[in-house]
């Protein structure tokens, strides 16, 4: 069945250090993958999002680029800020439903 | 632009009560509705979803329901709480299928 597959549960990293966060897909269909980060006792907010094949997406600081032939879709950052702490979620759409994966709580350190 | 209000903000309930969440979304017509459901700390499940006003699809099975009553209000309830309901409740909406969801602000339930 579909689902979305994020490996690191807790990610601490001292600001300024660059981050990556893994993010895994599977489906049979061509889907829509997305970042979405979360500050806490807040709701979702989308950060990133991809349909195409091999092209990387950006927004404030954060990429990532879509492979369809590993299915992964992993979010990345050169230099990490403080205000980066927070959950981020991988998410995959179909049609109707959309798959989270489990989340990366990342905490960035002084 | 569009917004998405929930309500209550909070609630705390004796198990075997019954609950109603609600949700509303303005400056979008004919908007796709989702519910979803995410334990402290934990992932966002998908529990409805509706395309239309009177339809709705359920996602998983929680003992919970979801109507449709209006093209903006989406509602959630249940005739009895179990402590497994404890958690945060987000409305979220998108503009067509297979889009980004934009989520409201939630609404926190405590079952004691």
């Known amino acids: 069945g579909d689902s979305v597959t994020q490996t690191e549960g807790l990610v601490t990293l001292t600001k300024g250090l660059p981050v990556m966060l893994n993010c895994t897909y599977q489906?049979?269909?061509?889907?829509?993958l997305f970042w979405y980060v979360q500050h806490l006792n807040e709701a979702p907010k989308l950060l990133l999002k991809?349909?195409?094949?091999?092209k990387r997406t950006e927004h404030q600081g954060f990429y990532a680029t879509l492979h369809k032939s590993s299915s992964s879709f992993h979010l990345q950052k050169s230099s990490v800020q403080l205000s980066d702490s927070a959950l981020y979620f991988c998410?995959?759409?179909?049609?109707?439903?959309?798959?989270f994966g489990s989340g990366t709580k990342l905490t960035v350190e002084p | 632009a569009q917004t998405i209000h929930q309500w209550p903000v909070a609630e705390i309930k004796a198990v075997g009560s019954p609950l109603s969440l609600g949700c509303t979304i303005k400056?979008?017509?004919?908007?796709?509705l989702y519910w979803y459901w995410q334990a402290t700390g934990g992932t966002l499940q998908q529990l409805f979803y509706?395309?239309?006003?009177?339809?709705v699809e359920s996602v998983v099975q929680l003992n919970l329901s979801a109507s449709r009553p209006k093209d903006d209000q989406f509602i959630l309830s249940t005739e009895k709480l179990l402590l497994s309901h404890s958690g945060f409740y987000l409305c979220?909406?998108?503009?067509?299928?297979?889009?980004?969801?934009?989520f409201g602000p939630g609404t926190r339930l405590t079952v004691l």
């Open positions: 979220a909406w998108s503009p067509d299928w297979g889009g980004e969801q934009f």
């Open positions: 489906t049979t269909y061509s889907p829509f």
């Open positions: 991809s349909s195409t094949d091999n």
């Open positions: 998410a995959m759409s179909n049609y109707n439903v959309l798959y």
């Open positions: 400056g979008k017509s004919s908007p796709n």
């Open positions: 509706s395309i239309t006003v009177g339809q």
